[in-house]
Nanobody
């Protein structure tokens, strides 16, 4: 399974951006799909996760209330809608997936074996 992340870019503070994660392989319905991010000089940080079969959705405290994860089954795509962006959200964002996994409210890099390439998000005026 190859994940493809897209949608990054430059956005001013308090702006919005939508990231997409898709694959031409099997249905993402059978996978928990999430997002991590990595800012320069910092460790990768979990952002959000959608459980297998579009079950429970979880967010890191730093993104709760501003980010929304969703699925489009027909397009085999998972989205991360980001609103009210802050300069601290600047990072490379990675799409991740793990088959038949239930997300929790605290995830780490080791929870996911499938990683897409990153997409850069820069929040700056």
């Amino acid at each position: 399974v190859q994940l493809q992340a897209s949608g990054g870019g430059l956005v001013p503070p308090r702006g919005s951006l939508r990231l997409s994660c898709t694959t031409s392989g099997p249905s993402l319905e059978n996978y928990a799909v999430g997002w991590f991010r990595q800012a320069p000089g910092k460790e990768r940080e979990w952002v959000s996760c959608s459980s297998t079969g579009d079950g429970g959705k979880y967010y890191a405290d730093s993104t709760k209330g501003r980010f929304t994860i969703s699925r489009d089954k027909a397009k085999n795509t998972v989205y991360l809608q980001m609103a009210d962006l802050e300069p601290e959200d600047t990072a490379v964002y990675f799409c991740v997936a793990e088959p038949w996994m239930v997300c929790t409210n605290s995830l780490i890099v080791a929870n996911f074996n499938l990683w897409g390439q990153g997409t850069q998000v820069t929040v700056s005026s």
